[in-house]
């Protein structure tokens, strides 16, 4: 068992986890450090690892339950000793990629709580073209900055592009049993954004910890991390008196991004339809 309990802390591109894991941050008996956590690579790479070593297959071919249990045990062990110096019983654990790995994390941690941040996808879109356009000099991490907006939309929503991978793996958290889905919490953008006391306090109810007043003047609500996206997908830098910022969009952008996802609509933005 892990000797913590955990907030896997996941989402869409700017879509305010920065900003809700410095609110959550300010918790006592939570520990949260608003960075992106190396945990959930390191987890997989683990699980890639125990599948191809040759060494690991023969004990696997030979006895497979308990090479299982092994391996699981020691993946544990290691998210002990990841987080083994902090003091505060709850962490929040930062990483988009956690929207693919629910069943794996469960497995681990039985006990685990998923956060998914979501935003309004046409919004997504036009902050990452906002950041881009002060960014200019910088090329996107998949080379998009020579591309037309529009090539650069239908590729950031493709299967495999930034926004569309992750659309993908929060399509299908909906296929999964009951149970799991108990595990996860959503936060929508605009409600954090427009009422973060609110949105704070009904998620510190969810995993039963005495509510806060936090101080909205130390959030910054942008943590940048130019190395892995060259400051392409950042967040706003919030602003309590200007909290919810709008961007125009061209309306031919946003029916298509209706028309290609009205699943996430139905689910988060109904009235949009």
């Not at 890639?48 to 249990?69: G, W």
């Not at 092994?70 to 987080?83: A, E, K, P």
């Not at 704070?200 to 003047?217: A, G």
């Amino acid at each position: 068992m892990l000797d913590r309990h955990f907030l896997y802390l996941t989402g869409l591109p700017c879509s305010g986890l920065g900003f809700l894991s410095q609110l959550l941050a300010q918790h006592p008996d939570i520990y949260s450090d608003n960075l992106r956590s190396p945990l959930c690579d390191l987890l997989v790479n683990f699980r890639s690892f125990i599948t191809t070593n040759p060494q690991v297959a023969s004990h696997l071919q030979q006895d497979l339950n308990p090479t299982m249990e092994r391996s699981r045990l020691g993946m544990q062990g290691f998210i002990n000793g990841w987080y083994g110096q902090i003091a505060q019983p709850w962490i929040i654990d930062i990483h988009p990629q956690w929207l693919q790995h629910l069943e794996l994390i469960h497995l681990l941690d039985p006990n685990c709580r998923m956060v998914v941040c979501v935003r309004e996808l046409g919004q997504i879109c036009a902050a990452i073209e906002n950041q881009h356009q002060k960014t200019l000099l910088l090329d996107f991490p998949e080379q998009l900055a020579n591309l037309s907006r529009a090539e650069r939309a239908q590729k950031l929503f493709a299967p495999q592009g930034a926004i569309g991978s992750l659309l993908k793996s929060l399509e299908q958290l909906q296929d999964l049993e009951d149970s799991l889905q108990k595990r996860i919490f959503y936060v929508v953008y605009e409600h954090l954004v427009s009422e973060p006391e609110e949105v704070l306090t009904e998620l510190l109810k969810w995993i039963e910890l005495s509510p806060i007043s936090p101080d909205l003047t130390q959030v910054s609500g942008s943590v940048p991390n130019y190395a892995e996206s060259a400051g392409k997908y950042v967040e706003e830098p919030y602003n309590s008196q200007k909290p919810l910022v709008y961007y125009t969009l061209p309306k031919r952008f946003e029916i298509t991004i209706q028309q290609n996802f009205p699943w996430y609509y139905q689910l988060f933005y109904p009235g949009r339809l």
